[in-house]
């Protein structure tokens, strides 16, 4: 047997002696720029055959959460819950997250985001382009949902037929939201409706989920025994709502009617164990909740949906 050879300590150090020195503050070992903090732009996981991707069309931090989550508590009450999830009272970080369902037979998008160049900048970043899309389903029609459907250039999804519910379409048809007239209304033609259990295609179906905004809707996913709740805006944070479903938040139009939905869905879901994305959830917005005390737990999912 070799034996390998011993190394004496006065050799180690002249070989060492011969090595390049760089001197301090050599340009070689600058430290690399800072890049900034951020999420990657997509996440795709399997729903039974289906191929489902998360996009992130937009985050921004947001200040005075109390302002908008939790109006009929007090504040001492906010930041107890705040400093037991170990989260700022004073910032949020807002997250915009559309999603795509490839059936194998069409590219269905969930909401838009904030405008065109923030979907169609996520699309390309997971593999698609805007003229793939078959479908364009909006859940509803507040402005961070509807954004992207349309800009400058016109309609963002050339080749898509549109969906959305009936309650909803009707409800913002009859107002003057700037938002909804300039995006949507020019495309109502292109628009089929649909109600409670409505079908966009083969295994998504429509789940009545109304109080954020009169026809707001959620879609279930159901593919070789698999299922995926898409929530859009049931509950838009995992503590401040999904943690405490009565908690008042701003941007609900019927503040108790959203809250008895939330409750609803998430109690649904969690006696099933039904995954779902929050399309304001931590991004890559997908998770599971399960009942705790007077509310929910929400566990990010992590390789579940993978396999």
Same mark, same amino acid.
């Given at each position: 047997m070799l034996k390998a050879p011993r190394i004496s300590r006065r050799h180690f150090l %002249?070989?060492?002696?011969?090595?390049?020195? @760089?001197?301090?503050?050599?340009?070689?070992?600058?430290?690399?720029?800072?890049?900034?903090?951020?999420? &990657?732009?997509?996440?795709? !996981?399997?729903?039974? &055959?289906?191929?489902?991707?998360? @996009? #992130?069309?937009?985050?921004?931090?947001? $200040?005075?959460?109390? /302002?908008?989550?939790?109006?009929?508590?007090?504040?001492a009450e906010f930041d107890a819950a705040s400093a037991a999830a170990n989260i700022p009272n004073d910032v949020a970080q807002f997250f915009f997250t559309?999603? +795509?369902?490839?059936?194998?037979?069409?590219?269905?998008?969930?909401?838009?985001?904030?405008?065109?160049?923030?979907?169609? /900048?996520? @699309? $390309? =970043?997971? /593999?698609?382009?805007a003229d793939q899309v078959d479908a364009v389903v909006l859940t509803h029609m507040h402005g961070d949902h509807i954004g992207g459907i349309a800009g400058d250039a016109g309609e963002t999804f050339k080749n898509a037929r549109y969906i959305t519910g009936a309650a909803e379409f009707d409800f913002w048809s009859k107002s003057d939201n700037q938002g909804f007239n300039g995006k949507v209304k020019p495309l109502a033609e292109k628009f089929a409706m649909l109600d409670d259990q409505g079908t966009v295609a083969s295994g998504i179906s429509a789940v009545a989920a109304f109080g954020h905004t009169p026809g707001?809707?959620?879609?279930?996913?159901?593919?070789?025994?698999?299922?995926?709740? #898409?929530?859009?805006?049931? %509950?838009?944070?995992?503590?401040?709502? +999904?943690?405490?479903?009565?908690?008042?938040?701003?941007?609900?139009?019927?503040?108790? =009617?959203?809250? &008895?939905?939330?409750?609803? #869905?998430?109690?649904? !879901?969690?006696?099933?164990?039904?995954p779902f994305v929050g399309y304001h959830m931590p991004f890559p917005g997908v998770g599971y909740v399960e009942a705790q005390g007077d509310g929910f737990h929400y566990t990010p999912a992590t390789y579940q949906l993978y396999l």
């Open positions: %002249a070989g060492t002696a011969a090595l390049p020195v @760089l001197a301090q503050g050599n340009t070689a070992m600058a430290a690399a720029d800072m890049l900034g903090v951020g999420p &990657a732009k997509f996440n795709r !996981m399997k729903v039974g &055959a289906f191929e489902v991707t998360t @996009l #992130l069309a937009g985050t921004r931090a947001v $200040e005075n959460p109390k /302002g908008i989550f939790g109006l009929n508590v007090d504040e559309p999603t +795509v369902v490839n059936t194998g037979s069409e590219l269905v998008l969930f909401d838009t985001g904030l405008n065109p160049a923030g979907i169609t /900048g996520a @699309l $390309e =970043a997971a /593999g698609y382009t707001h809707m959620a879609y279930r996913i159901e593919s070789e025994g698999s299922q995926l709740i #898409l929530g859009a805006d049931i %509950a838009n944070h995992y503590i401040w709502s +999904v943690a405490h479903p009565d908690w008042e938040v701003r941007f609900d139009m019927d503040k108790s =009617a959203a809250a &008895a939905t939330r409750r609803r #869905l998430l109690g649904m !879901m969690a006696a099933d164990n039904i």
